[in-house]
């Protein structure tokens, strides 16, 4: 696919030390059988403890592959746990290299929000044994529901190998592959939003969606792009993320249940390898990988801990560090003065302080593009242009 291709070459260029996961999981042998497999798998309630929820649950794709339950965070397996956690979409995540570090020792990709996995196989698998999410007890427990099903059998062993299930851990692994197989399909990442038809000419952005683009690729008019561009020009193949990990000031979320909650939230667990040790860093605390933008008008509620429930909110809050006007430190959603950062010390100020003032007019701009970023089977759920209305 042309598109991936592009994306594949950009990684190199601007993440060498990184590894490419992506590239190297999409490649193996029987790749349809496992995206097959792993759509099976991530539509089964059976792997969860008390059979109730799959990975569809917390990540439906009729709603760009997030949590359409509402709240910021969401419920377990047993239906009263809750993660300290917004779910983030599963829409390109097959995107983001592997965790690792740039040149300059800067950590880069992986998955959650913390890239605590270093790539999606290895994420797939820690929801299912997660006690607040799948709860599955171990490993074995997850292969005993595997070998239930005749079919789900069978098709482990003519996908994987007859001899898959003579290990549990080999037969955990092969499930994560074919998840993370499914999730690496053009069916999680099609590239057919209104931007990617404008990019291949077979659709015209509206005037206001093109004063959005240009406002968003500009290194003069905004500082979108300093984060949320991978690709020079936001050519074919753009994710809208360079998997980096900032700190912005995300304040904290009061409808976590408990103050613990929201420390967690805010605590990022930043990977470092160093000399083959694997540690946390709490230097990175409320720093967070860059989210792509891809279906992020129908992916609300927003930021890791779920705080903002508009999209024009996010883009209100950047501007908050760019503009001295009173209204503009107030947070629309409450009404009262933007509250403070979770963790204060680790603030990407040098990014967000670099762009200019936005007026209403650029900011509707901006989500306006925004919403051209959502793939063409998910546009219904967009809302209509008030002139449309």
Known sequence: MKSSMAILATLIALLPLASMGWAEEQDGPDKEARVRLGEALFFDVDLSRHRTQS?????????????????????????????VRNAPSVSYAGYAPAFGTDAKGNPVGGQFWDGRAATLADQAGQPLLNPVEMAMPNKAS???????KPGTFDAFRATFGPDVFDDDTRAFAALTQALAAYEQSTAVSPFDSRYDRYLRGTLALTPQEELGRVLFFSNQFTNCGQCHKL??????????SNYRFHNIGTPANPEL???????LAARADIKRRKTGKVASARAHDGQFKVPSLRNVAVTGPYMHNGVFNDLRTV??????????APGRQIN????????????????????????????DRRIDALVAFLKTLTDQRLEPLLEPPAAAR
Request: net charge negative; charged share 25%.
């Open 142 to 148: 997850v292969v005993a529901r595997l070998k239930e």
């Open 332 to 359: 629309p959603e409450t009404g009262e003065a933007w509250d403070p950062p979770e963790v204060a010390g680790t603030l990407s100020l040098k990014e967000l302080e670099s762009g200019p003032a936005l007026d």
């Open 55 to 83: 990975c569809a649950t917390c990540h439906d794709p009729a709603q760009g592959f997030a949590d359409p339950r509402g709240g910021p965070v969401s419920l377990g397996d047993d239906g009263v746990s809750r993660g």
């Open 257 to 263: 249940a408990v103050p613990a909650d929201r420390g």
């Open 231 to 240: 690709t020079p020009n936001g050519g074919e193949g753009e994710t809208f």
């Open 315 to 324: 883009i209100l809050f950047y501007n908050k560090y760019n503009s001295a």
